[in-house]
């Protein structure tokens, strides 16, 4: 019987495509109910006799996951073992810069780099501020278009030999970019992807595509919203990294940055050193985890 060590290209609910050692693309079914492989997962697979489809048997330990709750507030993952969070907002639809800070959030608790692009700038150019925010953070930025191809060689740059997943609000253009960046590789995936949906350009799974330039990229597919999976409210400051790193100075250890004196923070805020969106984004990340725990119990 043959095993191999594989890469969870593609999943298909509980059908994966997967990416073996030796570089042959198979397709594969999962072994028992429980294993619950992700895009980017690192499995065990055996060749089934008689068979196409492999059988999945084992998947390896993560470096990382990246997880939301779900309906009834249990952690969800969806996918693994990536080095950088690329965020993606446009001109179009509207930018929800809440649903960037969440994501960023969780870029933060998987300790990966998390980096910001705004796409469609052919259509509008971002707000002068909404970026800056960001860059002032730390976190790398661009603003592209896939439809001039504008900074898509800038973008190409910061993915090159990492593995990132590129995550956003649907529409805004995750697919389109990837597609330019990666030429005939992404077609063969739109193909595999086709036989699974109703003529829409709308991803509805996630698919990791290779790049000629070395360096692999999960297209995924958008969302209407999005929360990291936060075990309890205090992780959120793990995920704000202004607040965490202002919080040093408060008068309470366990401050929480919401309404206790002396919190240095709020004094941050006040000052006008912390952008007090993403202020209001923080405490917004607290008050949702707090309502998910509480419906846990
Ligand atoms: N004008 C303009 N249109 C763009 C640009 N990028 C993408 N589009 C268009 O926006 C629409 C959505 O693009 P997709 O690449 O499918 O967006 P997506 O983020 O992958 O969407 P989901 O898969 O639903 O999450 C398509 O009609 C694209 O042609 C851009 O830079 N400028
Ligand atoms: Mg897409
Ligand atoms: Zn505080």
């Known amino acids: 019987m043959t095993h191999q060590d594989a890469t969870v290209i593609a999943t298909y609910s509980r059908r994966m495509r997967l990416r073996l050692d030796n570089g042959d693309e198979v397709d594969a079914r999962i072994k028992g109910k429980k294993l619950r492989p992700v895009c980017g997962d690192r499995v065990r697979a055996e060749a089934l006799p008689d068979e196409d489809d492999w059988l999945i048997t084992a998947i390896h330990e993560r470096r990382n996951e990246l997880a939301r709750p779900n309906v009834r507030g249990h952690r969800e993952v969806l996918a693994a073992n990536v080095d950088l969070l690329v965020v993606v ?153 202004e607040v965490h790193e202002a919080g040093e100075n408060c008068r309470f250890a366990n401050c929480r940055h919401l309404r206790e004196p002396d919190c240095a923070v709020k004094n941050a805020v006040e000052a006008d050193e912390i952008d007090s969106r993403r202020y209001e984004s923080y405490r917004r990340a607290v008050a949702l985890t707090e309502r998910l725990t509480k419906d846990r119990y």
């Not at 960037?100 to 969780?106: E, G, H, I, K």
């Not at 705004?118 to 896939?146: H, Q």
């Not at 063969?188 to 109703?198: G, L, M, P, Q, T």
């Open 89 to 241: 907002a446009a001109a179009m639809p509207k930018p929800d810069w809440y649903i960037v800070d969440r994501y960023l959030c969780a870029a933060e608790l998987m300790r990966v780099e998390g980096a910001v692009v705004f796409n469609k700038i052919d259509i509008e150019p971002p707000d002068g501020d909404a970026l800056a925010v960001y860059r002032d953070l730390g976190y790398e930025t661009l603003a592209t278009s896939a439809e001039t191809a504008e900074s898509v060689d800038a973008l190409s740059e910061l993915l090159t030999g990492k593995t990132a997943i590129i995550v956003g609000q649907s529409g805004v253009g995750k697919s389109s970019l990837i597609n330019l960046l990666s030429g005939e590789a992404s077609q063969r995936v739109a193909e595999i992807s086709d036989k699974h949906r109703e003529g829409k350009h709308t991803t509805v799974n996630s698919v990791m595509i290779t790049l000629p330039s070395g360096g692999n990229v999960i297209d995924s597919p958008g969302v209407r919203d999005f929360a990291p999976a936060l075990g309890t409210p205090e992780e959120a400051i793990t995920g704000y990294r």
